[in-house]
């Protein structure tokens, strides 16, 4: 019988299988990201508005929300 960690370290391992299969493919998973800020502390927030962010693992590209940039991690590695 399987307990609730067998369970979530199976999942989380999937998960990492999904990502590591994406970067052999070369898709950028979007696994780090730089938000808006006032004060500027990286180069990726340059033009950014409130709410924005920036990746920052290779594709530069621009999300709208949190939501979106989730959402566009979750599509990279096929979830």
Not at 25 to 36: I, K, L, N
Not at 44 to 67: I, T, W
């Amino acid at each position: 019988m399987y307990n609730d960690a067998d369970i979530e370290q199976w999942e989380m391992d999937q998960v990492g299988r999904a990502v590591a299969a994406a970067h052999r493919a070369g898709r950028c998973t979007h696994g780090s990201a730089v938000g808006y800020s006032v004060k500027r502390y990286y180069p990726e927030q340059e033009g950014l508005r409130p709410g924005q962010s920036r990746c920052r693992s290779g594709c530069k590209a621009v999300f709208d929300s949190d939501e979106a940039w989730h959402a566009a991690m979750n599509e990279a590695i096929g979830y």
